[in-house]
């Protein structure tokens, strides 16, 4: 992840539940907290620090970070909980 997006969004607002409520990424405005006894990999090591660090941001093909974890914060029975997309 090397590029801000242009005109990101503030994604600095309240907390957000995770879960098959969300209806897209643009719902990912806050940092993603995960129901209790979820196990993915995604709820393991997404830390603030890194949603701090990444949120607005897209590699270098234009796809964004939170296009990439925004399944397994919808599916959190979801494994693994993150893909790549370029």
Partial sequence: MSQQKEDAPN???PD???GS????????NGFPV???GTKSLLCKFLSRDV??????????FGFPFIDAIY????NVDSGIG???GS
């Avoid at 409520?21 to 990912?28: P, Q, R, V």
């Avoid at 399944?71 to 919808?74: A, I, L, N, P």
């Fill in 11 to 13: 994604r600095n607002g």
């Fill in 16 to 18: 957000v539940q995770c």
């Fill in 21 to 28: 409520h969300l209806a897209s990424s643009d719902a990912l």
């Fill in 34 to 36: 995960f129901p209790p």
């Fill in 51 to 60: 949603w701090d660090k990444y949120n607005s941001q897209k590699d270098d």
């Fill in 71 to 74: 399944s397994g914060c919808k």
């Fill in 82 to 84: 993150i893909y790549a």
